[in-house]
């Protein structure tokens, strides 16, 4: 009988259950409706460019502003000669020369 | 047809492609899978078709829900649902307490590839012998030689779906053998096989 059992059961391993087309339905629409959804590729947003993110480590673009009318008043400030600033302060000062060699940087005209 | 794109691609890479929203993948894996678990239920349900088929839905749903976690080389998937629908016919079976016997109109429908009427009826009558054979077996000897003989699975495959070792596979295996040549031999004049030249 092991022979015809071996050949019983091959015979069986052969043969393909069918499962009803209902459940082929039902399982697949499970499988739809839980199935997550593909990813998306999204651009980067507008305004966050290189200088935009610059801007932010500064505090934001008015500070940066500010920053840079500071840093161009005190350039001005070291470039005018003391006499422009005697002008615009109404005071008088001595002026002394520690680099007589360089009188050349602050020529006027 | 269409849903034979993905006929290459094994059941674990389906799974991902399922989790990253391929619904070409959620057709094929269901396909393949669920007429496994159907017949593997089945047979565990000592053919209670409908209870099999619901087993075959729940283990499904349970599949699609692990998809997203599912890592490949780390398990078959087959083996996986295997194990799953193992463990959904014990608890039925366990809540329900009883074990059907098998009538001919309970056994599973099969592709019918046998020429002529006694022929097919024969084979019909030998499956239907088989079926109530196995639903006399013990739970797990039933488990392990459908797994093995029916199902195709090697030993090391069985013994992760039944989380027991190989060498207890072995055991139930043959225990189970020997129990259903035991069974059947009694009824082997009636399934034809005193005639039968090629059946050994």
């Excluded at chain 1, 015809?4 to 043969?15: K, M």
């Excluded at chain 2, 009538?103 to 592709?111: M, R, S, Y």
Aim: charged share 25%; aromatic share 6%; with cysteine.
């Amino acid at each position: 009988m092991q022979d015809d059992l071996d050949d019983l059961l091959a015979q069986a391993a052969r043969r393909p259950a069918v499962p009803s087309e209902a459940l082929m339905e039902r399982v697949l629409a499970d499988a739809l409706a839980l199935q997550p959804a593909a990813p998306v590729m999204r651009s980067v947003p507008a305004g966050q460019g290189f200088f935009t993110r610059l801007a932010g480590v500064f505090g934001g673009g008015p500070a940066l502003a500010g920053l840079g009318a500071a840093a161009v008043f005190g350039v001005a400030l070291g470039y005018l000669s003391p006499s422009t600033l005697n002008y615009l302060t109404g005071t008088s000062t001595d002026t002394a020369e520690f680099f007589p060699e360089a009188d050349f940087l602050t020529t006027e005209g | 047809m269409a849903f034979d794109a993905h006929g290459d691609v094994p059941d674990e890479a389906l799974m991902v492609l399922y989790a990253n929203g391929d619904r070409h993948a959620a057709l094929v894996l269901t396909r393949r899978v669920t007429p496994r678990v159907v017949a593997y239920a089945a047979r565990l349900l000592g053919g209670d078709r409908a209870e099999a088929e619901d087993v075959a839905q729940e283990t499904m749903l349970r599949l699609w829900k692990v998809a997203p976690q599912w890592r490949q080389g780390e398990t078959k998937v087959t083996t996986w649902a295997y194990r799953v629908a193992t463990n959904l016919c014990i608890d039925r079976q366990r809540s329900r307490g009883r074990k059907r016997q098998v009538a001919l109109d309970d056994a599973p429908e099969v592709a019918d590839g046998t020429p002529g009427a006694e022929g097919r009826l024969q084979e019909a009558g030998r499956m239907a012998a088989l079926e109530v054979a196995l639903a006399e077996l013990p739970d797990r000897q039933r488990q392990a030689v459908v797994l093995r003989h029916l199902e195709g699975m090697t030993n090391p495959e069985i013994a992760a779906i039944m989380e027991i070792g190989v060498e207890a596979v072995e055991s139930l295996t043959a225990r189970g053998k020997r129990a259903l040549a035991a069974i059947l031999s009694g009824r082997k004049e009636e399934l034809g096989y005193e005639d039968d030249t090629d059946a050994g």
